[in-house]
């Protein structure tokens, strides 16, 4: 069930791109996307896969775990950014604990290299994507597919989550070292402007659903 990238499955980077990893994290499945994303918002897959663990291990060695396999992804894919689901108290309380477990090791993982953790909901990953914050995991899918070129679309949905949660940081952009240039005069697949531009100009029906995730995320 575990996905794990050795060194022999290192990508040449795409020139000029920021190189971003993002995370659905869980105990049971922790989903990682890797993506280029070059300064025109053209996003590229690099790796997808999950790190997974059975709910009968003992809790300190399924920790122990998802930490190796984002030590492995950190490692051999070297990302400027981590980009990682905010863990949001309404749900379940176990289900909360065991993504706190593997969000918390993730960003360890991440801090120790010297890499910058960044941190995004889930409406806010929906609105980028899909154009709306309230979209299910289908069309998250069926979008991740699409803006990366795919035959077909990543699976589980906890891998195409990842994806969703690193092109969604991307299109933010101007939060990776050396990254995205804000002021290009480019546009997500969906309409969504940067933000240099996208005050000058009427918001579309994406942009708002994402300034409306981000605006409640600030709550």
Not at 108 to 134: I, N
Not at 138 to 158: E, F, N, Q
Request: aromatic share 4%; proline share 6%.
């Amino acid at each position: 069930m575990t996905s794990l990238p050795r060194p022999e499955h290192a990508t040449p980077r795409v020139p000029g791109a920021a190189r971003i990893l993002g995370v659905d994290p869980g105990l049971t499945r922790c989903g990682f996307g890797m993506i280029d994303m070059s300064p025109n918002r053209k996003a590229a897959l690099v790796q997808v896969g999950i790190a997974g663990t059975a709910a009968a291990e003992s809790l300190d060695q399924r920790i122990l775990k998802i930490l190796r396999a984002a030590e492995s992804w950190l490692d051999v894919y070297q990302p400027d950014a981590l980009a990682i689901e905010r863990v949001f108290a309404q749900e379940q309380v176990n289900t909360v604990i065991g993504t706190a477990h593997a969000s918390g090791v993730v960003i360890a993982a991440a801090a120790a290299r010297g890499v910058p953790v960044y941190f995004h909901t889930p409406s806010e990953v929906k609105a980028a994507v899909t154009g709306s914050g309230r979209a299910d995991k289908a069309s998250v899918g069926r979008m991740v597919t699409r803006i990366l070129g795919l035959t077909a679309m990543p699976k589980p949905a906890d891998a195409a989550d990842a994806l969703a949660i690193a092109i969604c940081h991307g299109w933010r952009g101007g939060t990776v070292s050396g990254g995205l240039d804000m002021s290009a005069h480019t546009q997500t697949h969906q309409g969504s402007n940067p933000a240099g531009t996208a005050r000058t100009r009427a918001l579309t029906p994406a942009q708002r659903a994402w300034a409306e995730a981000e605006a409640k995320a600030r709550r």
